[in-house]
């Protein structure tokens, strides 16, 4: 048999393990909070410190507005009036099998025509197109006669403008517009190989040439060249 004692003595322990375990669990549940609300505030500065670094960086470094600004479109130049080359033999022929077309009232479709007269062309004796080859050589004669007459008529800066839209056009892939040459500015001069050569009247011996022979050409072609540069400033001063 128990004794009144030992009672007394369980009944106490029984009582306080309760109250022990309930402290252990509020003392974690405590622990538990406060790393949540540590953690929460850390959180909370690291978002505010980022957040105030974009703003300041936004601030410090704002980015400048830029104009667009349209692009210059280069001035188009007109085309100095000159003497029109004139067609080929084959191109009289052309036009000509064009005229027969049109005067006979049938509407002219080019390609269509174009073939019907290619085939017409291989058709006619030598003698046949002869007349068209003497027709295009004389309007050659003609043309080249008009060009010399016009070339003569231009100024220096006229020279240099359509020269100067002629080579932009021959940039482009435009074909078939050689620079005009000047007929009144004074030519350039020969070099010293070329003199050398007129004089031996051959090409392969300069290099062979005694160097006396060669510091005599390179001499005449340095005071032909300079001759050469004192008559063409002349020549532009006098003709702006």
């Given at each position: 048999?128990?004794?009144?004692?030992?009672?007394?003595?369980?009944?106490?322990?029984?009582?306080?393990?309760p109250v022990r375990?309930?402290?252990?669990?509020?003392?974690?549940?405590?622990?538990?909070?406060?790393?949540?609300?540590?953690?929460?505030?850390?959180?909370?500065?690291?978002?505010?410190?980022?957040?105030?670094?974009?703003?300041?960086?936004?601030?410090?470094?704002?980015?400048?507005?830029?104009?667009?600004?349209?692009p210059?479109?280069?001035?188009?130049?007109?085309?100095?009036?000159?003497?029109?080359?004139?067609?080929?033999?084959?191109?009289?022929?052309?036009?000509?099998?064009?005229?027969?077309v049109?005067?006979?009232?049938?509407?002219?479709?080019?390609?269509?025509?174009?073939?019907?007269?290619?085939?017409?062309?291989?058709?006619?004796?030598?003698?046949?197109?002869?007349?068209?080859?003497?027709?295009?050589?004389?309007?050659?004669?003609?043309?080249?006669?008009?060009?010399?007459?016009?070339?003569?008529?231009?100024?220096?800066?006229?020279?240099?403008?359509?020269?100067?839209?002629?080579?932009?056009?021959?940039?482009?892939?435009?074909?078939?517009?050689?620079?005009?040459?000047?007929?009144?500015?004074?030519?350039?001069?020969?070099?010293?190989?070329?003199?050398?050569?007129?004089?031996?009247?051959?090409?392969?011996?300069?290099?062979?040439?005694?160097?006396?022979?060669?510091?005599?050409?390179?001499?005449?072609?340095?005071?032909?060249?300079?001759?050469?540069?004192?008559?063409?400033?002349?020549?532009?001063?006098?003709?702006?």
């Amino acid at each position: 048999m128990f004794s009144l004692s030992a009672f007394r003595s369980a009944l106490t322990l029984s009582a306080a393990q309760p109250v022990r375990a309930m402290s252990v669990k509020a003392a974690a549940a405590s622990a538990t909070t406060k790393t949540r609300t540590k953690k929460a505030s850390s959180t909370t500065s690291t978002k505010a410190a980022s957040t105030k670094g974009k703003a300041t960086k936004k601030e410090s470094s704002p980015k400048p507005k830029t104009k667009k600004v349209a692009p210059v479109k280069p001035k188009k130049v007109e085309a100095l009036s000159m003497p029109k080359r004139p067609s080929t033999a084959w191109g009289l022929f052309f036009v000509e099998h064009l005229d027969k077309v049109r005067a006979s009232g049938k509407a002219v479709v080019p390609t269509t025509e174009t073939v019907i007269a290619s085939a017409q062309w291989k058709q006619l004796s030598d003698a046949q197109k002869q007349v068209y080859k003497d027709k295009y050589n004389a309007n050659l004669i003609e043309f080249k006669k008009n060009t010399s007459k016009r070339l003569e008529e231009l100024t220096p800066e006229e020279f240099k403008i359509e020269n100067a839209r002629r080579q932009a056009l021959r940039a482009a892939g435009k074909r078939g517009l050689p620079s005009l040459k000047d007929p009144n500015a004074p030519k350039r001069p020969l070099s010293s190989f070329f003199r050398y050569a007129q004089d031996q009247r051959t090409t392969g011996n300069w290099s062979k040439a005694p160097e006396h022979e060669k510091s005599r050409y390179t001499e005449l072609a340095r005071e032909a060249n300079e001759k050469y540069k004192a008559e063409r400033a002349a020549y532009l001063a006098a003709n702006p």
